[in-house]
């Protein structure tokens, strides 16, 4: 026994010209509206907008809205028939994002006799709607259907590769893109520093620059990569790496002058600049500091002798310190010394 089901004119002659859809700014439930007070006495009708749905689809001038469901304020899924550029009554969903409606054609591939529609559409999220009704296949019987659309939700995949190079209150930080974006294409990448939480982000870019940091203080870093559908973990951290720059000046250098040398000594700068002190440069000037001469690049502690100096030759002389990031300051030159 062939399967009951309504006859053409189910999408003819009762189907409108056009399916529309208004969303109010009242309160959607199963398409009735309910007024918003304004006061315990007195009502203010909703505000209804409208919005023509199916158009891409309708090419044959019918087509009617059966069912509507809403799971949150920004998103409804609306479903019907219309009659295609051939004649045929198909069916669709319609997607409401909050802003704008999608259309798309169901039950298509089982649709072999030209009408079909959509009789109740459920959602339980944004991303899983099940939408049913009937169809004619090639036969002449009228089938049910059910067409199930779920979005998948998996996440972004952590970057990979996180390495950083250390600056001045800053690190360059770089990354490789994720093994997996979800299926859906990365937007952005936020790099996080500890401690501190100092961030800097990119709209796609595999590097990007932490500022705000303290010379002086380990850091690492994690970076966490997004798309439409959310963020990602936070990758493995990279490996520790210490702000600096270079030191400031020496302090209290001073001189002994002996025949044909002198030993120079200083205290150590205020300020290292975030990394180990690792060698002195010495150097002395036999016109007032209009010029100077290097002594050594390698001197490890106060006090260092100057030798190979010209005896009856005064002698002024100044300190710089070296850490890894190059030469600090250069102190104040020493007061003048006679070789005799």
Request: with cysteine.
């Amino acid at each position: 026994m062939k399967n009951s089901y309504k006859s053409d004119s189910a999408v003819g002659p009762r189907l409108s010209k056009v399916a529309h859809i208004a969303v109010s700014t009242a309160i959607i439930m199963m398409g009735l509206a309910t007024p918003i007070s304004s006061d315990a006495g007195a009502s203010q009708a909703p505000s209804w907008t409208d919005s023509e749905v199916a158009a891409t689809l309708n090419y044959g001038g019918s087509a009617s809205i059966t069912s509507v469901t809403c799971p949150s304020s920004t998103f409804c899924v609306a479903g019907g028939n219309y009659r295609d550029s051939s004649g045929q009554g198909q069916a669709f969903v319609s997607v409401w994002n909050g802003t704008t409606w999608t259309d798309s054609e169901v039950a298509a591939a089982l649709n072999t006799g030209g009408v079909a529609t959509i009789y109740s559409v459920s959602c339980s999220s944004s991303t899983f709607c099940v939408a049913g009704g009937n169809y004619r296949d090639s036969s002449g019987n009228g089938p049910a259907f059910v067409s199930v659309n779920s979005t998948p939700t998996i996440e972004v995949g952590a970057p990979l590769n996180v390495s950083a190079l250390a600056g001045k209150t800053q690190a360059k930080v770089s990354w490789t893109a994720p093994a997996s974006n979800g299926g859906a294409a990365i937007t952005s990448y936020v790099v996080t520093a500890t401690p501190g939480g100092n961030t800097c982000s990119t709209a796609g870019a595999l590097t990007c620059t932490v500022t705000g940091l303290q010379n002086g203080t380990s850091y690492t870093f994690t970076v966490t990569a997004a798309n439409s559908v959310g963020t990602s973990t936070p990758s493995v951290a990279s490996a520790p790496v210490t702000p600096a720059t270079t030191s400031s000046a020496p302090l209290n250098v001073s001189a002994l002058a002996g025949k044909t040398q002198a030993k120079v000594s200083w205290t150590a700068p205020a300020s290292n600049g975030g990394a180990a002190i690792t060698a002195y440069v010495v150097q002395y000037s036999s016109n007032g500091g209009k010029t100077w001469t290097m002594a050594t690049t390698a001197a490890t502690k106060s006090p260092f002798v100057v030798t190979r100096l010209t005896r009856g030759s005064s002698y002024v002389f100044r300190v710089a310190a070296s850490n890894k990031v190059g030469i600090g300051l250069y102190s104040a030159a020493s007061m003048r010394v006679l070789l005799r």
